[in-house]
Every structure is written in structure tokens, then in C-alpha cells.
């Protein structure tokens, strides 16, 4: 008996443990874009919600390609309904998801059209580094520039 009683106490710690683990997956309708990584979400409860787009970042909004960033991005997404996969909060309360539309996945595109740089701080994603070696490579978006600053070397400044 005591034994079953271990094995079930297991179970339970492990269960619980999963549960906070595994992500949330809402369908929301983007009402805001702030910048090329970072959204507004209505949430079917009409809840507001920051996301801010999981491996990728961005220039900031002074730098070059900022405004162009951010203007991909409400292209791709503003007024639609996508889903936002996510499994955490950053410091700043927003929630750190993977955005999906009509199953294209939003954030590696970002780095794919040269937007977005693969946050490899944050992701050791293959997937991800693969998007940004193609769009380096054929010098798109941010890549056309002579000597492109990562936002987080910017945000030091």
C-alpha cells in the first residue's frame, strides 16, 4: 500500500510539473502592432494581451529598418486572427509566444525577410538560425545594409 501511495505522489508531482510546463495556445485577433516583435492580442475572453515574438528581435524603432520591421509585421498580421503559442511571461509582463497565421509560422518570416535578427540569447533553434543565414545571404531587409547593428548592442548605447 505504502508503495502504490509512492507511486501515485509521484504521479501527481509530475503531472503538476507538466501543467505549468506545457504552452497556451490562444486564437486572438491582433488589435495592435508596437513594434516589429512585439503585438497587441484580443483574446476570445476580451482580454488584452502584449506578446512579444519568441527567437526573433528587432531593430528598435530609431534604428534603421525599425519602422520597416514594424511595418512587415501589421502587413503579415494587423486585424487577423492568428495563434499565439506560449508558455511564459518576459519581465515586463508580456507574454513570449510563437505566432502562427493560417499555420505560417510569423516569427521566423520576420528573420526569413530580413526584418528580425534570430535572438539566439533566447533560441538555439536551427529552423531559426537557417532563416537568418538565407535572408544574410541574399542581403534582404536589415541584410542590405553595410554593417547592421543587432538591436541589442543598440539598446546598450
Known sequence: MLKLFKIVFILAIISTVL???????TISNVVG???????????PDKTQLKVRLAEIDC???????????????????FGKHVN?????KDRYGRVIGKVYLHGRYINKEMIEEGWAWHYTEYSHSSEMAAAQD?????KLGLWNDKHPIPPWEFRKK
Open 33 to 43: 502592432i508596437s513594434d516589429g516583435d512585439t503585438i497587441t492580442i484580443l483574446t
Open 84 to 88: 499565439v503559442e506560449w508558455s511564459k
Open 134 to 138: 538565407y535572408s544574410k545571404s541574399h
Open 59 to 77: 531593430p528598435e524603432k530609431k534604428q534603421p529598418f525599425g519602422t520597416k520591421a514594424k511595418e512587415a509585421l501589421s502587413d503579415k498580421i
Open 19 to 25: 501543467a505549468f510546463t506545457v504552452s497556451t495556445a
